[in-house]
């Protein structure tokens, strides 16, 4: 029998002398000291334990058979648990939820059918329900379950039902145990790095979590990355700067020169960082080093980029690619038509413009530019007509009070 439980537990065993064990457990059946009905309930664990599960299932419904009648519910709860199990290998889903659910009904605080139910109901993306289970496991002392396996589906349970402070907390518990198992450090890796960017709160929890993983594992390139990338969440979401930009791009740098295999990612969040402080010479610098990897990917932020640094030209050449090929789209356009505009292409800039607003009639800033090219080349009617209706569609907008300032026999006072 205690191999037997070896082999259930996932641990290493001897096969041969589970074979033994059958046999001897099936002369004790009809022995006269033991119980039948649990000899039978052992003999099913065995073939379990083998891994055969067929044989498993028709021993353990002998089994029931005989338990039930006995009145033994505690054993009968047992079995339809571990039945559950047997049809869970057998890729039967919903026969084992069904064997897991009588299980309770003759054993309501039996842990492990509580645990397979939250494991059920996981996998099927329930994590409300699959939390309810998990809270109501209490492990009988001797159990091959612990709190460490609770704790950690909970986290995760947590984390899917945006109770965020809640699911850290567990991280926390689980960290904190002296004995903890060696899959604890990985299994909360995982969950930062999946849920560690999804508020304020997980991503200042992500870089406590991973300066201290990196204490353990230093020259992690994936957890520096995860740090790194917690960190650019805090400023880009909350303007909140845990580094410096300097300090950001050494990191990066750092990291960059260990070789990874997409710095380019890496490099275009250092232009998005010196962007967001309007350091736009060191942002052209970066998003080039990013775009002369992907061009198709990048090349938006560096044409715009370059526009704001009056490298118009350049900018263009960039930019039209972009919008004629990889991302026709209103902001591409829109770079275009500022790019046509400091070449002096007037005819091209006007034609982005417009291209903007086919697509996103919305597009504010295009309206009051395109009027403002229109006014600027002479052609006065047309720029009337589309600032009065850039005021009519934006009467809130701070370029709308500018226009009425500027020409109060046009547009009021």
Not at 213 to 234: E, P
Not at 342 to 366: M, P, S
């Amino acid at each position: 029998m205690a191999e037997i439980n070896l082999g259930m537990n996932g641990v290493e065993c001897d096969r041969s002398r589970i074979l033994e064990g059958i046999e001897v457990i099936k002369k004790a059946v009809d022995g006269g000291v033991y119980s039948p009905g649990a000899m039978l309930y052992c003999v099913a664990n065995g073939w379990l334990a083998l891994n055969k599960y067929e044989r498993a299932v028709k021993a353990y419904r002998l089994a029931l058979g005989v338990l039930i009648e006995a009145g033994l519910t505690e054993v009968v709860a047992q079995c339809y648990k571990n039945l559950g199990s047997t049809m869970n290998k057998l890729n039967k889903p919903h026969k084992a939820r069904y064997f897991y659910k009588r299980a309770l009904e003759y054993d309501a605080e039996l842990a492990e059918a509580h645990f397979a139910l939250a494991l059920w109901n996981r996998r099927n993306g329930d994590f409300k329900t699959a939390l309810s289970y998990l809270e109501e496991i209490i492990w009988p002392q001797g159990s091959a379950g612990t709190s460490a396996n609770v704790s950690g589906w909970r986290a995760e349970c947590l984390f899917e039902l945006g109770k965020i402070k809640e699911a850290i907390r567990e991280i926390i518990s689980l960290l904190s145990m002296a004995d903890k198992p060696d899959w604890v450090w990985p299994w909360c890796a995982k969950l930062v790095a999946k849920y560690g960017n999804v508020s304020q709160d997980a991503s200042e929890f992500s870089i406590r979590f991973w300066d201290r993983y990196l204490k353990q594992n230093a020259g992690d390139t994936r957890a520096q990355i995860q740090r790194l990338l917690s960190v650019w969440y805090l400023y880009s979401n909350f303007d909140k700067a845990i580094w410096s930009y300097q300090e950001f791009k050494q990191n990066v740098v750092d990291i960059t020169n260990d070789g990874i295999s997409n710095p380019e990612f890496l490099w275009h969040l250092v232009g998005l960082w010196a962007q967001k402080e309007e350091n736009w010479t060191e942002a052209e610098e970066w998003y080039r080093k990013a775009y002369d990897h992907f061009p198709e990917e990048y090349g938006y932020y560096l044409g715009t980029a370059l526009n704001q640094i009056g490298r118009y030209e350049e900018a263009l050449q960039i930019l039209l690619s972009q919008a004629e090929k990889y991302y026709p789209d209103e902001l591409s356009w829109f770079q275009v038509a500022i790019a046509m505009g400091g070449v002096g292409n007037t005819e091209g800039c006007i034609d982005a413009y417009e291209r903007v607003l086919k697509l996103d009639e919305t597009y504010a800033k295009a309206w009051f530019n395109l009027g403002g090219i229109y006014w600027n080349s002479g052609q006065m009617v047309k720029a009337k007509k589309v600032w009065a209706e850039a005021i009519r569609r934006f009467p809130e907008h701070e370029l709308t009070e500018r226009l009425k300032n500027d020409l109060p026999g046009v547009f009021g006072p």
